[in-house]
Nanobody, 123 residues
Framework: VQLQASGGGSVQAGGSLRLSCAASGRTITTCAMGWFRQVPGKEREFVSA????????NYGDSVKGRFTISRDNAKNTVYLQMYSLKPEDTALYYC?????????????????WGQGTQVTVSS
């Protein structure tokens, strides 16, 4: 699976962005998908995950209530809608795919990941 994240950019605090992750090479309809983020010098942080059919979603504590993950299996795409952005949300955001259908907040559970898209939030 090749994953291409897009939609990042620079916004002011309180703003919104919508990230997309387009998959190619194979269908992701049987894959749980996740978003992680990383700041240079820090460990990768779990952001959100969604099960294969969208029935189960998980969020990291720092984004609960502000971010929403969704997927469109017909388009082989996963989304991350981000509201009320804060400067501490600044990071490189990656989408990742599991080989299986169930969500996980552990990076090691994911088999495929893409190049990432940069999100910068200014105060």
């Amino acid at each position: 699976v090749q994953l291409q994240a897009s939609g990042g950019g620079s916004v002011q605090a309180g703003g919104s962005l919508r990230l997309s992750c387009a998959a190619s090479g194979r269908t992701i309809t049987t894959c749980a998908m996740g978003w992680f983020r990383q700041v240079p010098g820090k460990e990768r942080e779990f952001v959100s995950a969604i099960s294969w059919n969208g029935g189960v979603t998980n969020y990291g504590d720092s984004v609960k209530g502000r971010f929403t993950i969704s997927r469109d299996n017909a388009k082989n795409t996963v989304y991350l809608q981000m509201y009320s952005l804060k400067p501490e949300d600044t990071a490189l955001y990656y989408c990742e795919a599991r080989a299986g259908p169930l969500v996980s907040d552990q990076g090691s559970a994911y088999k495929y990941w893409g190049q990432g898209t940069q999100v910068t939030v200014s105060s």
